[in-house]
């Protein structure tokens, strides 16, 4: 998972850089996508609000953000978990689709030896 830091422009950035990251899984919907990519989008405006908020002092606006980002970031480290257990349902679901073909070869090959026997 990430490492937190107390800077919290340091936190939105590194929240930014991970939904960089989930936005290449291979697997999203479009839709998935597209919220990954608006969200990049909106949290990238909200760190430069940030840093400004940062420079001018801590007051209950700042408070906001910071606790706004720790929950995005529990929200990332739920998705990151959810979209790899997705990965490895499909990684899953290829493995026994190819034991089925195999066995569905295995099957079709039987059927030929036992018509060749029959037809002797």
């Not at 007051?59 to 990332?76: F, G």
């Not at 997705?86 to 070869?105: D, Y």
């Amino acid at each position: 998972m990430t490492t937190i830091t107390t800077d919290p422009v340091e936190q939105l950035s590194a929240v930014i850089s991970r939904l960089s990251n989930l936005s290449t899984y291979p697997g999203l919907s479009d839709t998935q996508l597209r919220q990954i990519l608006d969200q990049m989008h909106n949290l990238s405006g909200d760190l430069i609000k940030l840093a400004t908020q940062q420079l001018q002092a801590t007051d209950a606006q700042y408070n906001d953000y910071m606790t706004s980002v720790a929950a995005v970031t529990k929200a990332l480290d739920t998705a990151e978990t959810e979209i790899q257990n997705i990965v490895n349902t499909v990684a899953g679901v290829a493995a026994v689709t190819a034991a089925i073909n195999g066995l569905i070869q295995q099957g079709v090959q039987l059927v030929a030896i036992a018509a060749k026997y029959a037809a002797a």
